[in-house]
């Protein structure tokens, strides 16, 4: 390659990756940066942007570098025997590259943590509280008003969406009841596991009409792949109009008479 198209490939490749980012992949997750529409996805959607740009800026700064010493100092421009100079024991030198990427690493590792801890505390302001339980293959969320939504996986369309109100500060408490699941939606929170035994913990508020896309992000079985999961929030009153809608489903089938409960012949 000409040295006049480095910089051009280079630039390329960023171009690429902004183009990326703003597009959707399957399933509607964002290959690079969702947008984010709950508190939390904003502040996990911060952290990857205030980690990638230096990271970027690092990666390109070394990589010119690198290719700046190579090309300026390569052999063919060198007198016949040449050896550069040899820097052995050089301790301001070695204390800096030692120091350097440690504070780089630490800054990124406290810079996370932080939060982590903000997006999965229990929270106690909730105003309203749903129990997500991930079983082989789906995800059932309880709901207090006494009904539950059943998200069995497919492949074949679009799994049942789980609705929660605009503007509600919604309490997710995660369950496994057979092996460990993720439920992951990007746009929303990070992914937060469903262990058997164990209580975990995450929250919502989404301020805008929508559907969002996410799945279960553990290998948890053959049926993995069709753990989808499919968020959508509706205003209140149409809220409302859909919490009718369950309650009165739910009273028709236990006013019917199911197949177990019937007499044996
Ligand atoms: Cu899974």
């Not at 399933?27 to 939390?40: A, D, K, L, R, Y």
């Not at 409302?240 to 007499?263: F, G, I, N, Y």
């Amino acid at each position: 390659m000409k040295q006049g198209r480095l910089p051009l490939a280079v630039l390329g490749l960023i171009g690429a990756a902004f183009l990326l980012s703003s597009c959707e992949g399957l399933g509607g997750v964002s290959p690079i940066f969702p947008t984010p529409v709950s508190p939390n996805g904003q502040g996990i959607y911060n952290t990857y942007i205030g980690i990638s740009i230096p990271a970027i800026i690092i990666f390109v700064g070394v990589e010119v570098a690198l290719l700046w010493v190579v090309l300026r100092y390569r052999r063919s421009k060198q007198p016949v025997g040449y050896v550069p100079p040899q820097i052995h024991d050089h301790r301001t030198l070695e204390i800096a590259w030692t120091i350097a990427p440690l504070i780089v690493v630490l800054a990124i590792a406290g810079y996370s943590f932080v939060e982590l801890q903000k997006d999965f505390q229990p929270i106690t302001n909730e105003d309203m509280r749903i129990v997500v339980s991930g079983h082989q293959f789906g995800w059932d969320y309880a709901y207090t008003d006494g009904f539950t939504v059943h998200q069995e996986g497919t492949l074949a369309g679009d799994v049942t969406p789980f609705v929660v109100p605009t503007h509600k500060l919604v309490r997710l408490e995660f369950q496994g009841t057979d092996v460990i699941h993720s439920w992951w939606v990007p746009a929303i929170s990070g992914k937060t596991d469903a262990v058997p035994g164990y209580s975990n913990f995450s929250w919502l508020k989404i301020d805008q009409v929508g559907t969002w896309h996410g799945e279960c992000a553990e290998l948890c079985g053959a049926g993995h792949s069709t753990m989808q999961i499919i968020v959508q929030a509706m205003n209140q009153p149409e809220y409302d109009q859909w919490v009718k809608q369950q309650l009165a489903a739910q009273a028709k089938a236990t006013a019917s008479p199911s197949p177990s409960a019937s007499p044996s012949p």
